[in-house]
């Protein structure tokens, strides 16, 4: 009998395997896979982030189960194309993006393997900023492996069992997340009581204005890291 660990790492491995051939022509240098239960994130890459007792660097892409769907694997299989589009960048982009940002060259490499960037997860979105999901394009090189994938049989076997299943963010304040136990049925809401700042941060180099927004208790003091303009309390 295959152990939970063992069954749960290999299924992502071999994801990562596959989509390396299918989508990046086997170009990506080994990386570790991790789970992580990051707020709000689906996922996320991090260059040379663990090292060995050689001094051997490798590449981590973070996944969080609690996004996991063990019914459609087409949304986790995004994410890690997502994460693996920015490693592609680390390894081969020309202008990689500063920590956080999606520039032109990630969005171009998305849509080419078939992901179409947006800030808003719907057609029309702006393709570049920090927060930027993606949405499959029809007969597109991503829905293409997926629907190969599907047909081997691949599925993912575990998530997290209290699983994020709505997230809304009411006007000025009160993050709002409703929680499901995928045993139970049973939903859980959390109200957070929090104040929204906001911030519009210039990109000295291409003028390029990006909206950034941030929760946190009343009368914080906060700054932008990379321009050193203050945001502002709403």
Same mark, same amino acid.
């Given at each position: 009998m295959v152990r939970p660990t063992e069954k749960t790492y290999d299924e992502l491995q071999d994801a990562y395997d596959f989509f390396n051939r299918e989508l990046f022509g086997g170009q990506l240098p080994d990386c570790i896979i991790t789970l992580q239960r990051e707020k709000r994130t689906m996922g996320y890459f991090s260059p040379n982030r663990f090292v060995s007792q050689h001094g051997l660097t490798q590449d981590e892409i973070a996944l969080n189960p609690i996004y996991f769907d063990l019914t459609d694997i087409t949304e986790t299989m995004q994410t890690i194309a997502h994460e693996m589009a920015h490693q592609w960048q680390q390894h081969y982009g020309q202008r990689k993006s500063r920590h956080g940002y999606h520039n032109k060259e990630w969005a171009a490499k998305m849509i080419e393997i078939g992901l179409m960037p947006t800030d808003t997860g719907k057609p029309g979105g702006?393709?570049?900023?920090?927060?930027?999901?993606?949405?499959?394009?029809?007969?597109?090189?991503?829905?293409?492996? %997926?629907?190969?994938?599907? #047909?081997? #049989?691949?599925?993912?076997?575990?998530?997290?069992?209290?699983?994020? %299943?709505?997230?809304?963010?009411?006007?000025?304040?009160?993050?709002?997340?409703? %929680?499901?136990?995928?045993?139970?049925?049973?939903? %859980?809401?959390?109200?957070?009581?929090?104040t929204k700042y906001v911030h519009q941060c210039v990109d000295e180099q291409t003028g390029e204005i990006t909206d950034q927004n941030v929760w946190g208790k009343p009368g914080l003091n906060l700054v932008c890291g990379d321009c050193g303009r203050g945001f502002e309390q709403t």
């Open positions: 702006k393709t570049t900023g920090f927060k930027i999901s993606d949405y499959p394009i029809e007969r597109g090189a991503f829905l293409e492996s %997926v629907r190969k994938l599907k #047909k081997e #049989k691949f599925a993912i076997s575990w998530r997290d069992r209290f699983s994020l %299943v709505q997230q809304t963010m009411e006007e000025g304040a009160q993050p709002i997340t409703v %929680v499901t136990d995928t045993l139970t049925g049973e939903e %859980v809401t959390h109200p957070r009581s929090k």
